[in-house]
Every structure is written in C-alpha cells, then in structure tokens.
C-alpha cells in the first residue's frame, strides 16, 4: 500500500516545494516587496474568532480574551498559478512574514496584546495560487469596557476592541469585515464567566478623519449580563440575619437597675 503511495506523496512534495520556490523568487527577485504592489487601494477582509472571555474587571475597567484574528488580501506579485503545481495553498513559517507586505491592522484600543508562543508563535501564514494571503495570530489581549454600576448587581455591561490599520489610510488599503460571519465565539461555555454572561455580540464599520487622511475602522462590541443570584443570596442572608438579631434583643429582657 505504502510503496503505491510513494508516487502520489512525492509528486504533491515536489509541487509544494515549487511553489514554495516560487514565493522565495518572487521575494529575491522584487526589489522591496513589502511595498503595497496595487496602484490603487487593497481590500483587507478582517474576521475574529473568540477562543474564551476569561475575565471582567471592574477595578480596571477591562476584560481578557483569548482570539484568533485573521486578516485576507491578495497580492498578485505571489501569484502561482501558471505554474500548473496542482496545491490549494502554502505555508510559510512566522520568520517569513516581516519579508511580505501585510497591511498591518491592529488592534488601536486595546491596553494589552501577546502573541501566543506554545512553544512557537502561534501565527499562520498561508499563500493561495492566485496570491491571496492568509495571516493569522492566535492572540490574548486585555480590551477596554465602558462600567456603568448603576444597577448593581442587575447590571448589564459592554466591552469593545477597535481594529484600523496602522500604517495605511483608505487611499491604499480599505479594511472590513468578512461577509459570513466576521465574529463568531464556537465554544457556547466561552459565554460564561463567574459573574458574568455574554448575551450579545455586534461588529460595525466606520470611516474616522484624522490629520493624515481617512481611516477605516472595524469595531466589535460585547455585551455581559451580570449572574446576581450570588448577589441577591448574600443579601438575603445579611438580611435575615439583621432581622433575627433585632428581634432577639427586642425580645431579650433587659436588666433592672436598683434605686
């Protein structure tokens, strides 16, 4: 079975490493490669995936996140599809990225971002025939929330991350979201925290003016209901406990003092 399978895996490794080839030319070849290689703007599709919501702070006004975050443009130069090599994409390792031009969209409100390293950094880079790149971080950040205690403890509250691209205006690249599902959160249990429960999700798009032009901007906002039975059950208990501490001393005699 195996010797009837040697043909076939050495045929797709040959191909894999043409293409691979393929991509190192280009690379050698163009002069500055991390120059955007369209005339006119580039569309950068964005989506994210929630992996988990581990933490809502009230002391920072913050929440930490565990996301995939995934940007998707094309750039024409890494085009491989003349080369017949019969393989739906290539993968690069991280050290190839700073080589690429990417659009490099980040996250512009966030107080805290880390690449995972476990044990390598967790970043997918992938090259489609027609040069369409995809980049992937698995990342954990530490976003800002908007804290209202108002009607602590039936309290609902909102948090927000903010992607733009922070070195292109929209005259070179135009960032949005992807048209199926740009946010989505697989895992149902990643809803719930110790005090908390996500009970909606929205994304959104703006264009923002700034000194040096205009901005596209990408925003997904969260929204957590606070779970109060903890709440509600310790004040039933207090409650309780001042009215039967009240009632026994009410009904305790008291001494009598002698002329």
Same mark, same amino acid.
């Given at each position: ?5 040697? +043909? ?62 995934? &940007? ?80 602590? +403890? ?15 205006? @929209? ?6 979201? #992807? ?8 895992? +149902?249990?990643?809803?719930?925290? +110790? ?15 700034? @000194?040096?032009?205009?901005?596209? &901007? ?29 009632? #026994? ?11």
């Amino acid at each position: 079975m195996m010797n009837d399978l040697a +043909p076939e895996l050495g045929r797709r490794k040959r191909a894999a490493w043409g293409a691979y080839k393929s991509i190192e030319d280009v690379v050698k070849k163009t002069k500055n490669i991390r120059l955007r290689a369209h005339l006119f703007n580039t569309t950068v599709i964005v989506e994210l995936t929630v992996q988990s919501i581990t933490e809502i702070s009230e002391f920072s006004s913050s929440f930490k996140a565990d996301v995939w975050f995934s &940007q998707i443009w094309r750039d024409p130069r890494l085009d491989f599809t003349d080369r017949n090599y019969c393989i739906k994409n290539i993968s690069l390792a991280a050290h190839k990225l700073p080589q690429l031009w990417s659009p490099n969209v980040c996250f512009v409100n966030s107080k805290k971002v880390e690449i995972h390293s476990s044990p390598s950094q967790n970043i997918l880079l992938l090259v489609f025939p027609n040069g369409t790149v995809w980049l992937n971080f698995r990342v954990s950040l530490i976003g800002p929330c908007k804290l209202d205690l108002t009607y602590f +403890p039936m309290d609902r509250q909102s948090c927000n991350l903010v992607f733009e691209s922070y070195s292109f205006n @929209t005259a070179e690249v135009r960032i949005v979201w #992807r048209d199926w599902e740009p946010v989505s959160i697989p895992d +149902p249990d990643s809803k719930n925290l +110790p005090d908390f429960e996500l009970v909606q999700f929205m994304h959104r798009n703006a264009t923002l003016v700034y @000194t040096a032009g205009l901005w596209d &901007q990408l925003e997904v906002e969260f929204t957590f209901r606070r779970l109060y039975g903890y709440y509600v059950l310790q004040i039933g208990v207090m409650g309780e406990f001042v009215l039967s501490m009240g009632f #026994r001393s009410y009904t305790t005699p008291g001494k009598t003092v002698g002329a």
